[in-house]
Structures are given as C-alpha cells and as structure tokens.
C-alpha cells in the first residue's frame, strides 16, 4: 500500500503527516499521534487501518518530518497542534488515536475538540502511576525494551536523532507531570484501551482503570510488549474498525 506524505501549516510550523489508505462513507477516517519523540515504527500499523479506511499518522512539532516548534512543547500543546492540524487537513468525526505518550495529547484533544472527534483510541497508555518518576519510568523503559525486537531500535534510530537528546528529556519530563487517568474522565466519546499482554510500561490494572474511568469506555488486551503496534501490526485494526462502526 502506498502511503503518501503530506505537509500543513500550522503556528507549530509546518506538520508532515502519513497518509494511507482511501475514505469510504461508511466509516470515520482514523488519526494516529506517535508515541515519546518516534513516529516511523507506526507506519505498518497505519497501512493496516488504511485497507479498510484512510489513515492518517501525525508527526508532531520537532519530532520525525515536521518543523521545529517555536518553543519547547508541553502536552496541552501538542494537542493544540493536533487540533490546528485537523482543522487544517479539514478533518473532523475522526477516530482519534493514540500510542504510548501520544495516548495523552489524544485525550486532551478530545476533551477540547468534542466536534472533531468521534471515538478515542488509547493504545499502551502512558504514564502509569507506578511507574511516575524520571528513574521509575526509565527502569521500566529497560524491562519492556528487552521484550521488543531488535529490529525496532533500528526504526527508532533516525528518529531520536532527529529530535536530539534535550528535546526526548523535555517531552518525557512533560509527559510524566500529564495524568492521563483525569483527563480520561472528562472524555465524552467512546474510548478503546488497548493492553499489550506483555508491556512493562504499563501495568494491566492501570489499562482496565483507565477504561473504567472514561464514561463509555472499553478495554481489548493484544498480544505483545509496549510496541505490540510494531510486533503485530494488525493486532488493532479488527478492535479499532469495531469501535468506528459502533461510534
């Protein structure tokens, strides 16, 4: 499958994101936020939700193929680069998706933008109470990291080191200050938890609260680690196709 690029201007600056798949009436088109600074390791898992609709992966400011923001970002403003970028792209009724760290600014979105977003995704949600600090948050980093494949590090690679060492420290030290377990209890639409059976950043307890928490929430546990989009791509097409026919 093809998937193109495509480039919005925003006050963030200039917004790249992936494109794949084709729209089609009878289902929402889906946007997907990277996780923590990384976004190429999401492509085979936007390829599969593109075969039944039009996918897109938004790269954030500073991060993969958009431009340097103006200023160092907190999570409230990714999500109002998340929501320029809809606007821009003249998106709305989505299904908004997120993964990792980009679980967060998802929730935030949603939360500001009830018009533009039909249902949420929150995939390896993050950050878990358990592990809330620099050095716990780390740790657990370095459990998960020796449940994924080598070959993920080599899609990480290009990435971190386009946004450099100051910038991933920044974003992590937000991201640990965002409680996602509140922002989810004022989300009014629909919200899937997806739980890698086998993910140390986020504890299974944590996922199923999360979905408890949200006034129509739901939760799936997949197969795999904290990157089980990478592992087993496909894994959260079926669940995520599911939700856009019930949203």
Known sequence: MTVELQHRTTSWGAMRSRVAGTAR???PEVV?????????YLEPAVRELGAWTRAHLVELPGFSGSADPPHPMDVGDHADAVTE???AAELDD?????HSSGTQV???????????????VLASPTMDPAYRS???VLLAWRRNHGLEPPELDVQHTPDRQR?????????LAVHLRDRLEDTVERVAQPVLVLHGDRDRLCTEAWARELGERAANGRFRS???AHSFVWTAPAAWSAPIAELARAG
């Not at 989505?94 to 997120?98: A, S």
């Not at 998802?106 to 949420?120: F, I, M, Q, T, Y």
């Not at 946004?163 to 974003?171: D, E, I, K, Q």
């Open 25 to 27: 009436p009878q289902f």
């Open 32 to 40: 997907v936020v990277h996780g923590l600074a990384v976004a190429n």
């Open 85 to 87: 970028w809809l606007a």
């Open 94 to 98: 989505v299904v908004l998706v997120g």
């Open 106 to 120: 998802a929730a935030h979105v949603a939360v500001r933008e009830p018009d533009l977003v039909r249902a949420v």
């Open 134 to 136: 620099m050095r716990r």
């Open 163 to 171: 946004a450099g060492l100051r910038r991933v420290r920044h974003a």
């Open 222 to 224: 997949v197969p795999g």
